[in-house]
């Protein structure tokens, strides 16, 4: 029972380390294809782009939807490595995405901190299984 809540917890954690709010707006990247400046032709392609249902997006601030999209886009290059999660794009290549490199840094440094807590479970001889976050994406 402990183990399944345990699950659950670190599930939610890392799902809202992903779509978590950043409010730094430095480095904004110039380019079009910035997700913060990207401008969506309806609410159903911007609930696409977020992964949410339309009727929540309009009750979401810019800086987390910014956020949320880097992250769905990114969210295709997360996987588990040595039982941890890892993003196989460099900030570089995720700019060319459309990425601003602060949203990068921020959703990596999430992605660090849900790593720490998931080696401090497995300390504690809490067993976890991770879920395949591109699969999880891929669902919505």
Same mark, same amino acid.
């Given at each position: 029972? =402990?183990?399944?809540?345990?699950?659950? !917890? !670190?599930?939610?954690?890392? &799902?809202?380390?992903?779509?978590?709010? &950043?409010?730094?707006?430095?480095?904004?990247?110039? /380019?079009? =294809?910035?997700? =913060?400046?990207?401008?969506?032709?309806?609410?159903?392609?911007?609930? %696409?782009? +977020?992964? @949410? *249902? !339309?009727?929540?997006?309009? /009750?979401? *601030? %810019?800086?987390?939807?910014?956020?949320? #999209? #880097?992250?769905?886009? +990114?969210?295709?290059?997360?996987?588990?490595?040595?039982? @941890?999660?890892?993003?196989?794009?460099?900030? $570089?290549?995720?700019? =060319?995405?459309?990425?601003?490199?602060? @949203?990068?840094?921020?959703? @990596?440094?999430?992605?660090?901190?849900? /790593?720490?807590?998931?080696?401090? #479970?497995?300390?504690?001889? $809490? %067993? +976890?299984?991770? *879920?395949?976050?591109?699969? $999880? &994406?891929?669902?919505?």
């Amino acid at each position: 029972m =402990k183990k399944k809540i345990l699950f659950k !917890v !670190v599930t939610f954690i890392i &799902a809202s380390c992903l779509i978590s709010c &950043a409010n730094d707006d430095t480095n904004i990247q110039e /380019n079009n =294809k910035s997700v =913060k400046t990207k401008a969506y032709s309806s609410q159903v392609e911007e609930a %696409k782009a +977020l992964a @949410l *249902p !339309v009727d929540e997006i309009n /009750n979401i *601030p %810019k800086s987390i939807k910014d956020k949320r #999209a #880097a992250a769905v886009i +990114l969210s295709n290059y997360v996987s588990i490595k040595d039982s @941890l999660y890892s993003i196989d794009i460099s900030k $570089e290549d995720a700019q =060319k995405l459309g990425i601003d490199a602060d @949203l990068y840094t921020s959703i @990596l440094q999430d992605l660090e901190l849900s /790593n720490k807590i998931i080696k401090e #479970a497995r300390q504690k001889g $809490e %067993k +976890l299984v991770l *879920p395949d976050i591109k699969e $999880e &994406a891929k669902k919505y």
